[in-house]
Each structure stands twice: as C-alpha cells, then as structure tokens.
C-alpha cells in the first residue's frame, strides 16, 4: 500500500481498535467493514472492479442476465425497501426468464426500458408489460420508436430510494442513453460504451465524432471507480470501469482522427437480424408478437 494511503487510514485504524479495546464489537465491526471497502476504493485504479461491485450490491438488488444468440446484457435493478425494479434492455426470447426472476424476488417491475433502438435482437418491454401489469416501457425520444416514457438528457428513473440518471450519448444511434446510478457506482453504456471496444457507427444514424464526444464527455466524465455495464459483450467480459476504459480501450483512447479512421475500416457483416429486429424495436417490441 502506497504512503499516502497509509497516512489516511492510519486514524481511522486507530479510532477502531480503540471501540474494539472499549468492548464495542458492533461498531468495531462495522468499522472494518468500512476500512475494507474504502481501501479497496483507493485501490480501484490498480487492480479494477471487484469492490465496487461488493460496494454497489449492498444498496441495491442487482442482477446481471444474459442471452446468448446477441450475447446481450440484461440488467435488473430494484430497491429492496419497496421492491420497485427497473429492468435495462430485456431480450424478447427471455422475457419468461426474467419475469420469473423477477416474481421469485417479489419484486414489482415499474420501468423497462432500453438503451437505445437495437438492430440484433427484438425488445422484450412490449411482451413485459403484458405480462407484468403495470410496467410501463422506456426510451430515448430521439430513437424514433414508441415507448410510455420518452426520455431526454437529464431525466431520472425512479425505483423506490434509487434512481438512474439519463445521459445522451449518440454516435450507435441517435437514441443512445447511459444510464447512471444516483450515487454514480454505476452505469449502463448501451453500445456507445463496450469493454474495450464501442459500438458500431456504419448505420442507424451511426456518427464516429458523435460517438467519441458522447463517450469522453459524458462517460469518460464520471468518476475511475465507476463500474460500466454494456448492453453486449463479444468475450466473456462482464463488467469494466471508467478508469479501465481510459487506459486500455484500443480504440478510444486515440485521437479523434485515429478512432474516426478505425471505426471507417471495421469490415463488420450486417447484423443478421436488423431488417426484424429495428422494425418490430420501433414499436416496443410488439410486431408479430
């Protein structure tokens, strides 16, 4: 551990092992549990996520799915006082998974919402609020798609105590949002931000300056320890970090002409399902449904 750490916890050490000698276990307790996690916190810049993480569950109930044809990230969220949830980019092939989920925590779904209008699968929120009454579906107004909660930068989802704060960050799509946690341990990059690599720009409105201005002024932005959470991962990867992103993604830490140049001889194929997926995506997820 570096001096400067140990010169900032060396008070806080001793103030707990003073409770512990007064036979105050409880608090003495609780105080190594704190000293842990704010270690850990000063550590996240070498050794990545893993506190954050621990850090992060203890607020919130958190769950992180996953379907395996679009290798797509779906995230649940809810407050354990109220039991209000909100579940990011649910899969139309997984929505009985979820709803189970969902109905074996006693959870009551308020929001579905996604991160933008995807191209590689169908969204899961028009068959949820079917199936789950009362859940009302989410989404960017810049998408261009139907959902009862248009979002603008700014805005806030509410579950219970918590929220997640919306952040434009075009450049995939028009429609692309981060969404944030209130406390900012938190946020769900859609396919702006990807563990090391972003999203596409070859179609659907795709910009490589817009993208690379979203993600360094509005990602980029949030604090090192922040864990980012995207809508896809390619590699078996789960979860990064802002500081992470910053230092090793191969393509955003360029310059703005280097990432324009990379992302323009990507050769990628065309998303196998978009001519369904953008479609049916356009109207929440209920074409042919």
Same mark, same amino acid.
């Given at each position: 551990? +570096?001096?400067?750490?140990?010169?900032?916890?060396? &008070?806080?050490?001793?103030?707990?092992?003073?409770?512990?000698?007064?036979?105050?276990?409880?608090?003495?307790? =609780?105080?190594? %549990?704190?000293?842990?996690?704010?270690? +850990?916190?000063?550590?996240?810049?070498?050794?990545?996520?893993? $506190?954050?993480?621990?850090?992060?569950?203890?607020? !919130?109930?958190?769950?992180?799915?996953?379907?395996?044809?679009?290798?797509?990230?779906?995230?649940?969220?809810?407050? &354990?006082?109220?039991?209000? $949830? !909100?579940?990011?980019?649910?899969?139309?092939?997984?929505?009985?998974?979820?709803?189970?989920?969902? =109905?074996?925590?006693?959870?009551?779904?308020?929001? $579905?919402? +996604? %991160?933008? *209008?995807?191209?590689?699968?169908?969204?899961?929120?028009?068959?949820?609020?079917?199936?789950?009454?009362?859940?009302?579906?989410?989404?960017?107004?810049?998408?261009?798609?139907?959902?009862?909660?248009?979002?603008?930068?700014?805005?806030?989802?509410?579950?219970?105590?918590?929220?997640? +704060?919306?952040?434009?960050?075009?450049?995939?799509?028009?429609?692309?949002?981060?969404?944030?946690?209130?406390?900012?341990?938190?946020?769900?990059?859609? =396919?702006?931000?990807?563990?090391?690599?972003?999203?596409?720009?070859?179609?659907?409105?795709? *910009?490589?300056?817009?993208?690379? @201005?979203?993600?360094? %002024?509005?990602?980029?932005?949030? &604090?090192?320890?922040?864990?980012?959470? &995207?809508?896809?991962?390619?590699?078996?990867?789960?979860?990064?970090?802002?500081?992470?992103?910053?230092?090793? @993604?191969?393509?955003?830490?360029?310059?703005?002409?280097?990432?324009?140049?990379?992302?323009?001889?990507? @050769?990628?194929?065309?998303?196998?399902?978009?001519? !369904?997926?953008?479609?049916?995506?356009?109207?929440?997820?209920?074409? =042919?449904?």
């Amino acid at each position: 551990m +570096n001096s400067a750490v140990l010169k900032g916890l060396k &008070p806080a050490v001793a103030y707990v092992l003073r409770l512990r000698a007064a036979g105050d276990s409880r608090k003495a307790l =609780d105080g190594f %549990t704190q000293l842990y996690r704010g270690w +850990n916190l000063q550590k996240v810049g070498e050794r990545g996520y893993s $506190a954050r993480m621990e850090h992060a569950g203890g607020g !919130v109930i958190f769950r992180q799915l996953f379907e395996p044809v679009s290798c797509t990230y779906t995230y649940l969220l809810a407050d &354990p006082g109220s039991k209000e $949830a !909100v579940l990011i980019d649910p899969v139309l092939e997984t929505v009985d998974r979820d709803v189970k989920l969902i =109905d074996e925590l006693g959870l009551k779904l308020k929001v $579905a919402v +996604n %991160t933008h *209008c995807h191209a590689d699968h169908i969204t899961g929120t028009g068959l949820l609020k079917k199936k789950l009454y009362g859940t009302k579906s989410a989404i960017s107004r810049h998408s261009g798609a139907k959902a009862d909660i248009m979002l603008s930068d700014g805005d806030s989802i509410t579950f219970g105590k918590h929220c997640l +704060n919306v952040r434009n960050t075009p450049g995939h799509t028009d429609g692309c949002v981060t969404l944030v946690t209130g406390d900012q341990s938190m946020a769900f990059t859609g =396919d702006a931000l990807l563990i090391r690599g972003c999203g596409r720009t070859d179609f659907q409105q795709g *910009c490589s300056k817009t993208l690379y @201005n979203s993600v360094h %002024t509005q990602i980029f932005s949030l &604090p090192g320890h922040c864990l980012i959470y &995207p809508a896809h991962d390619y590699k078996g990867q789960t979860v990064s970090t802002v500081y992470e992103e910053k230092k090793f @993604n191969p393509r955003l830490t360029k310059s703005l002409e280097e990432f324009v140049k990379i992302m323009a001889n990507l @050769n990628l194929p065309k998303p196998a399902k978009i001519d !369904v997926a953008v479609p049916a995506n356009l109207v929440c997820g209920l074409h =042919d449904v």
